[in-house]
């Protein structure tokens, strides 16, 4: 975790959420006849923030991005990998909204489970509730990460850390088809779109990355994570 917290800036999960796996055979019976299974288009809201929470839900397919909106800008938390939660801190008792709202990068699949179900089988099920509550710390935790970053790293390393995220916690490869619009990726890094093209474009010249249409492929990745480590 202390790793997460000092060179993450886009906050990806880096595992996927196992706790299905600690529920008996009814339990999960319970929520599949709890559920509804919804296909979100690129850019489509999957929650809206302070919108009433009557769901949890579960990322099956795709990305999504939680995010907080203010007045003028939206400040990002975190990026959302598949098979990951949406929205968990709904479950604490007090919380009748959700805190952020969440958007999908890209088509996605999303199960939604009702509230009412998941607070009963965690009332019920000790393992279950201590996997859901590691979930939300850890969370926690890569949320604290990306703002130590965007607040102590400069450009360079803030876009470091964007690229080395993408390359070993969602696409897990350093050649990958970049799904994210320069404005996206600008969006993470808290940059300016035209700074993110200029950096890209810098990395690109000194060797670091190649960039062909949608394909980005890192070709130095020690210097790369030299540059996210001194920011």
Known sequence: MNET????????VTESCKCFEL???????????????VKFKKGEIICKQGSLA???MFLREGLAKAYIEGEKNALILTIIPKDNFIGLIALLE????????????????VQMIDLNIIREIALNNPKFSNE??????AKTALAYGRFYCI??????GRMADILLCLA?????TREFDLLLSRKELAELACLSTANVIKILSKFKEDGLIEIKGKTFFIKDYDLLSKISECG
């Open 5 to 12: 917290i000092n060179n993450c800036t886009c906050s990806v």
């Open 23 to 37: 529920l008996s055979e009814k339990e999960l019976d319970l929520i599949a006849k709890n559920q509804v299974e």
């Open 54 to 56: 009557s769901n949890v």
């Open 94 to 109: 007090g919380n009748r909204s959700y805190q952020y709202s969440a958007m999908a990068y890209v088509d996605s699949v």
């Open 132 to 137: 859901l509550v590691n979930i939300l710390s």
């Open 151 to 156: 607040t102590n790293k400069q450009s360079y």
């Open 168 to 172: 070993d916690r969602i696409y897990k």
